[in-house]
Nanobody, 123 residues
Framework: QVLLVESGGGSVQAGGSLRLSCAVS????????MGWFRRVPGKERTGVAI???????TYADSVKGRFTISQDKDKNTLQLQMTSLLPDDTAMYYC?????????????????WGQGTQVTVSS
């Protein structure tokens, strides 16, 4: 059974930091590429940060310089370090895995999804 489980969400004030984690099980982590996405109620899910098989990262313009994606392939975990948080970062955050579309920011290319973790940033 494939499982992606996010943790680390919460409520912070603007300017604060949070670190999200995603624990993966049920498939060969090294065969997939990973990404973080977020969704605000009433809007489409959008890509936040992507990491491909070589470790190359891609960030949404809105989070560049503030968020950092990383992974530990030995521990099958994915992280998202978020700093200088803004109220506009408030969303449900999801980790996701794709087998054939490494580096894609298109949510439709991702095969597996976690249940999400809520991030709320107050002004």
């Amino acid at each position: 059974q494939v499982l992606l489980v996010e943790s680390g969400g919460g409520s912070v004030q603007a300017g604060g930091s949070l670190r999200l984690s995603c624990a993966v099980s049920g498939y060969n982590y090294r065969s997939y590429c990973m990404g973080w996405f977020r969704r605000v109620p009433g809007k489409e899910r959008t890509g936040v940060a992507i990491i491909d098989s070589s470790g190359t990262t891609t960030y949404a313009d809105s989070v560049k310089g503030r968020f950092t994606i990383s992974q530990d392939k030995d521990k099958n975990t994915l992280q998202l370090q978020m700093t200088s948080l803004l109220p506009d970062d408030t969303a449900m955050y999801y980790c996701a895995a794709t087998r054939y579309w490494c580096g894609s920011v298109d949510p439709g290319r991702y095969n597996y999804w976690g249940q999400g973790t809520q991030v709320t940033v107050s002004s």
